[in-house]
């Protein structure tokens, strides 16, 4: 079927062009008949008058005078076949002659009874245009309706010519021509319309093979190419074709993938905004608490709400503590804000981090005691590590100040370290509930808490753990969290030697 199709489009742009060309071909042999016959007849017409003058050149050259003049003038109508006549100045017929005419008496009439023919001719309009010659016209003669080409002119005698030819003569080889024309025509076109329906056909079979193969590339089917269809424009056109399609799909190819990023951007984007304006949220939420009571209080100790000094310190305790907690906020927002927008460079070295756990546990002893937590350091010191010092404790503390907040059962804080060949692995283990599943991926994210229990008095705002996650994130460094059948475990990587830093670069 698909075949059949291409034939008959095949056919359809093939008789197009074998219909184009071969009335273009008519059109031009028509337009030479029409104007064949005028432009014959003039040709004829100043071939003719060029005879005539010469004839006329020729009885100019005969003498009057002489004994043979008239015999010479009889020999020139003779062989030249030529009809004219002689007339003296005073209108007297000195000669007349006929085509094939014999030499007698009636050659050489008397003055007295000759009869001029062209005294009865009258001139006449011929049916084409004739070139505008000199001393030449058309004359019909009235008796027989004929009509001549007339040549006049006055002779070295004194005497005038006028030379006949038939206009008939003329119009005959006109018309025999114009009959052998249009034969030749006909032929012709018959024998131009099979060679253009050859070469018609053989044009015609690339361009419907490149217009399907165009067809499939706006079908985004870029399988089909075009053949080798010569060096001519042709053959160009069908490379060219092929040069199209390839770059197409290549491109196509290429603007798949970048939608598919800029799909990816945009989501991100959408996520970026969403966490843009939850951050602003939160951060509002949680500035709103400590500004509320702030503003209540003061304006409790502006109005004079008591006069005892207890009172009065116990008001002034409050503000103090909530601008303290307010402060934390801020703090670790900026420090969040750094980490994340990379304000600070990475600046590792070497240091102890053995040494860094034995320093945070002692700051946080008296917490532990307070709580009745059991801290227990595992890491041996000295323990070298490659990284950043002050933002490796910052992440030790948020670690260990977590599970202070989080530690149950049997109360117990444990510190240990994991060194493979090219990192030191850092545990902080809690004993208490397990993190829900569901919350395993969003304990990273800003102002997060799990647990909704603990209240304000422990000064968490949910920004620890991220800020965790910026400081190993620049580290190019692993992180993570785990459910244990006793508690929880949260990790954390850090380099042993520079060499991991430059081949991150």
């Given at each position: 079927?698909?075949?059949?199709?291409?034939?008959?489009?095949?056919?359809?742009?093939?008789?197009?062009?074998?219909?184009?060309?071969?009335?273009?071909?008519?059109?031009?042999?028509?337009?030479?008949?029409?104007?064949?016959?005028?432009?014959?007849?003039?040709?004829?017409?100043?071939?003719?008058?060029?005879?005539?003058?010469?004839?006329?050149?020729?009885?100019?050259?005969?003498?009057?005078?002489?004994?043979?003049?008239?015999?010479?003038?009889?020999?020139?109508?003779?062989?030249?076949?030529?009809?004219?006549?002689?007339?003296?100045?005073?209108?007297?017929?000195?000669?007349?002659?006929?085509?094939?005419?014999?030499?007698?008496?009636?050659?050489?009439?008397?003055?007295?009874?000759?009869?001029?023919?062209?005294?009865?001719?009258?001139?006449?309009?011929?049916?084409?245009?004739?070139?505008?010659?000199?001393?030449?016209r058309i004359m019909k003669r009235e008796s027989t309706n004929a009509e001549f080409f007339v040549y006049s002119c006055i002779l070295?005698?004194?005497?005038?010519?006028?030379?006949?030819?038939?206009?008939?003569?003329?119009?005959?080889?006109?018309?025999?021509?114009?009959?052998?024309?249009?034969?030749?025509?006909?032929?012709?076109?018959?024998?131009?319309?099979?060679?253009?329906?050859?070469?018609?056909?053989?044009?015609?079979?690339?361009?419907?093979?490149?217009?399907?193969?165009?067809?499939?590339?706006?079908?985004?089917?870029?399988?089909?190419?075009?053949?080798?269809?010569?060096?001519?424009?042709?053959?160009?056109?069908?490379?060219?074709?092929?040069?199209?399609?390839?770059?197409?799909?290549?491109?196509?190819?290429?603007?798949?993938?970048?939608?598919?990023?800029?799909?990816?951007?945009?989501?991100?984007?959408?996520?970026?905004?969403?966490?843009?304006?939850?951050?602003?949220?939160?951060?509002?939420?949680?500035?709103?608490?400590?500004?509320?009571?702030?503003?209540?209080?003061?304006?409790?100790?502006?109005?004079?709400?008591?006069?005892?000094?207890?009172?009065?310190?116990?008001?002034?305790?409050?503000?103090?503590?909530?601008?303290?907690?307010?402060?934390?906020?801020?703090?670790?927002?900026?420090?969040?804000?750094?980490?994340?927008?990379?304000?600070?460079?990475?600046?590792?070295?070497?240091?102890?981090?053995?040494?860094?756990?034995?320093?945070?546990?002692?700051?946080?002893?008296?917490?532990?005691?307070?709580?009745?937590?059991?801290?227990?350091?595992?890491?041996?010191?000295?323990?070298?590590?490659?990284?950043?010092?002050?933002?490796?404790?910052?992440?030790?503390?948020?670690?260990?100040?977590?599970?202070?907040?989080?530690?149950?059962?049997?109360?117990?804080?444990?510190?240990?370290?994991?060194?493979?060949?090219?990192?030191?692995?850092?545990?902080?283990?809690?004993?208490?509930?397990?993190?829900?599943?569901?919350?395993?991926?969003?304990?990273?994210?800003?102002?997060?808490?799990a647990d909704k229990a603990h209240g304000r008095s422990e000064s968490r705002f949910g920004l620890g753990l991220s800020i965790v996650k910026s400081i190993m994130t620049n580290h190019?460094?692993?992180?993570?969290?785990?459910?244990?059948?006793?508690?929880?475990?949260?990790?954390?990587?850090?380099?042993?030697?520079?060499?991991?830093?430059?081949?991150?670069?």
């Amino acid at each position: 079927m698909k075949q059949f199709l291409s034939r008959l489009r095949l056919s359809r742009i093939r008789i197009k062009l074998f219909a184009t060309v071969f009335a273009v071909l008519a059109v031009f042999l028509m337009l030479i008949a029409v104007f064949s016959t005028p432009m014959l007849y003039r040709t004829f017409t100043v071939r003719t008058y060029r005879d005539l003058t010469e004839i006329a050149e020729s009885i100019d050259s005969a003498v009057p005078e002489s004994a043979s003049y008239f015999f010479d003038l009889h020999s020139i109508s003779a062989n030249s076949g030529a009809t004219f006549e002689i007339i003296s100045p005073d209108g007297t017929l000195i000669y007349a002659s006929s085509s094939g005419s014999a030499q007698g008496s009636d050659h050489f009439t008397s003055s007295g009874i000759s009869y001029s023919e062209y005294s009865s001719m009258r001139p006449s309009e011929s049916r084409y245009r004739i070139p505008d010659l000199e001393n030449f016209r058309i004359m019909k003669r009235e008796s027989t309706n004929a009509e001549f080409f007339v040549y006049s002119c006055i002779l070295n005698s004194g005497d005038t010519l006028h030379l006949y030819s038939e206009v008939a003569n003329v119009e005959n080889v006109v018309d025999v021509s114009g009959s052998v024309y249009s034969f030749i025509s006909i032929a012709m076109i018959l024998v131009m319309s099979l060679a253009f329906y050859l070469v018609v056909a053989r044009f015609t079979k690339p361009l419907v093979e490149m217009n399907d193969i165009t067809k499939d590339m706006a079908a985004l089917n870029f399988e089909r190419k075009c053949d080798n269809y010569g060096k001519d424009e042709i053959g160009e056109l069908g490379n060219s074709i092929n040069t199209l399609s390839t770059t197409l799909n290549a491109t196509l190819i290429d603007l798949k993938d970048k939608n598919e990023q800029l799909e990816k951007d945009i989501e991100r984007r959408h996520e970026l905004d969403n966490a843009r304006s939850s951050f602003i949220s939160n951060v509002s939420h949680e500035l709103k608490t400590p500004i509320a009571i702030i503003s209540g209080y003061a304006e409790g100790l502006c109005e004079g709400i008591s006069d005892d000094p207890e009172v009065i310190r116990e008001y002034c305790q409050i503000i103090h503590d909530e601008s303290t907690k307010m402060n934390s906020l801020v703090v670790e927002l900026l420090e969040l804000s750094k980490l994340e927008n990379k304000i600070q460079p990475l600046s590792p070295d070497f240091f102890d981090i053995g040494a860094a756990v034995h320093s945070i546990g002692n700051h946080l002893s008296l917490q532990f005691e307070q709580k009745g937590i059991n801290f227990i350091n595992k890491v041996p010191s000295p323990l070298i590590c490659y990284a950043q010092e002050d933002k490796i404790e910052l992440v030790l503390k948020n670690y260990i100040t977590n599970a202070v907040s989080h530690c149950e059962g049997d109360m117990i804080i444990e510190v240990s370290s994991r060194e493979t060949d090219k990192f030191i692995e850092i545990s902080v283990f809690n004993t208490g509930k397990n993190i829900d599943k569901r919350d395993l991926p969003e304990l990273w994210d800003s102002f997060y808490r799990a647990d909704k229990a603990h209240g304000r008095s422990e000064s968490r705002f949910g920004l620890g753990l991220s800020i965790v996650k910026s400081i190993m994130t620049n580290h190019k460094c692993r992180y993570g969290v785990k459910n244990t059948d006793d508690g929880v475990i949260f990790t954390f990587e850090v380099s042993k030697d520079s060499e991991y830093y430059d081949e991150k670069q």
